[in-house]
């Protein structure tokens, strides 16, 4: 596989619905709890009122920052957090997605730009939103 030796990686948060296998994402310039709030916000304006029960790993980029605390605390009736326990991948449906993802767009890929890489990964990410039955499988031991 060619390369240029170097190794730029995509910051992606993604959430996946267990009802319906509805994806959101959004890109990110670094992962942190500045850009997860951000990441946040643009879900609970995409379901409209409708409460989020997000479950999410501990990894670092998921500790919102004070500003992010104080929304989330005033948007409790909006979404809620939930944890999973250290080490338990298997729990967490977007895993799989990423999982799918790789396959298809990213694994043994060149690109000679990352913009290129890029936009193979937002053509993903566009025919899993037309298409959620492609991402059922990710959903369907948790339903």
């Known amino acids: 596989m060619d390369t240029y030796g170097l190794r730029k990686t995509a910051h992606i948060f993604g959430a996946l619905a267990l009802e ?3 994806f959101h994402y959004c890109f990110a310039p ?9 990441f946040l916000m643009q879900l609970v304006e995409a379901y409209k009122g409708r ?4 479950i999410i790993d501990n ?6 920052d004070d500003e992010g605390k ?15 326990p250290p080490y338990s991948p298997e729990f967490n449906a977007i895993e799989g997605v990423w ?10 890929r060149f690109y000679h730009a990352v913009e290129e890489r890029d936009g193979a990964l937002t053509a993903t990410f566009t ?3 037309k298409s959620p039955e492609l991402l059922m499988p990710q959903v369907a031991r948790f339903q």
């Open 20 to 22: 319906d296998a509805s």
């Open 30 to 38: 670094v992962f942190n709890g500045h850009t997860f709030h951000l």
């Open 51 to 54: 409460k989020i029960f997000l």
């Open 59 to 64: 990894g670092p980029c998921h500790w919102l």
């Open 70 to 84: 104080r929304w989330l605390g005033e948007n409790g009736q909006l979404i809620e957090l939930f944890r999973l």
């Open 99 to 108: 999982k799918v993802t790789r396959k298809t767009t990213t694994h043994n």
């Open 127 to 129: 025919t899993f939103q």
